[in-house]
């Protein structure tokens, strides 16, 4: 079957030529690293959107998960939280809505000028009633649907399967699964008696993603819950099979990336994202977080941000915006600006880990530079966030320095008097 990984292989298709001119990388280079499943281009072909490269040479990505639940359903809040993002620097959004008209949400978000990616295991559960009942035919029914609406991306929990399950009962962790869609696999695999449809027949499910050039994440259904449960046996069978499955899916020309653990303490960050990249032959890795303390709810987007960037340093690749409201309520627009904003701030830091100029990232020697000069003008326009750094700046009147220093600014005496040395 004619795919983007195929097309790789024999020639640079006209989407990595737009995509290595938007990431100032060479066009030849990206392809062989698609092809080689190293960078994922997620752009499903029934509809038009910006591009975005997630992988090997290309900067770190942010994607920002939005919608509904069965306590709070309302689709406008929906789309003015994805505008949000979008307005905030995330690169792709994430329908996870499970109440209200789930194919109304969807269609609007799709809307949108950016990869999206869903959950497909939410809506079959909601067409169910309850996780037991789903059963083949209606999971990769749903999954179809998905593809046909026109999502770039869906995480499918393909590595939940009863191996992994057998390890969750054999070595027991305090908070079992917190994975919404793993938790939905191992009702489904108790209830029925039966294997993971999305393992048992992988194959049928590559064929589909293949026929619609849908990527495949691959999800973290045993990722710990809290950092307590991060040396657990359950999320290592789980990278086994991911790697593994993740060999299939590029051996049937689709493209793949692999979604990460959620809870890690920081020390442990590097040798998860090396054993991760090692398995899946350096698939693109997609990390919520890893969060790296679990006590400090309300600032959750902050642990991410810590764990997200020391992910990067190791090789991760894409972000995904953990809010304030995580662990604690349905995030509402504040709450995505806020968490976008700071998972922007995690994946710069990435940045200057993965750029050849490193910390010398022409930018950042630019700010240095104006803040010498205390040019505020030239500063804003550096900042990631200048329309907020510039509302702070003035909120005590427009002032030479910062009103922190006012007149006893060490940056500009010490500038002066190197001035008159050299006058």
Known sequence: MHTLVRECFTGIPEIVESLARKEGGNARKLA???????????????????????????????????????????????????KTALSNGADTLMDLSTGGDLPSIRRKILEMDVPVGTVPVYEAVRRAGNAADVDSDLLFSVIREHCRDGVDFLTLHCGVNKDAL????????????????????????????????????????????????????????????CIQDADRHAKTVEY????????????????????????????????????????????PLYLLGPLVTDIAPGYDHVVSAIGGAVACMHGADFLCMVSPSEHLALPLTDDIAEGTRVARIAAHIGDLVRSPDGFRMPREIRMAEARKRLDWKEQFSLALFGEYAQKIHERDGELDTC?????????????????????
């Open 166 to 225: 057998a390890a969750l009962y054999s070595d027991p962790r305090i908070m079992s699964v917190v994975s919404r869609g793993g938790a939905f696999h191992v009702a489904m695999m108790s209830g029925r008696d039966e294997e993971n449809p999305l393992f048992s027949e992988f194959d049928y499910l590559m064929e589909i993603l293949a026929e619609y050039e849908v990527v495949a994440s691959l999800g973290d259904g045993m990722r710990p819950g």
């Open 32 to 82: 062989s690293a698609v092809a080689r499943g190293r960078v994922v281009i997620p752009a499903n072909p029934a509809r038009e959107h910006r591009l975005c490269g997630i992988g090997e040479g290309c900067t770190v990505k942010v994607n920002v998960n939005i919608g509904t639940s069965g306590e709070r359903c309302d689709e406008s809040l929906e789309v003015a939280k994805a």
């Open 403 to 423: 009103s922190m220093c006012g007149d006893l600014c060490a940056v500009k005496m010490v500038r002066e008097i190197f001035e008159k040395r050299e006058s």
């Open 240 to 283: 086994l099979n991911l790697g593994r499955l993740a060999n299939r899916a590029l051996d049937a020309g689709v493209q793949r990336m692999i979604e990460g653990p959620g809870h890690l303490p920081i020390e442990q960050i590097g040798y998860n994202v090396r054993i991760i990249k090692e398995l899946s032959n350096d698939a």
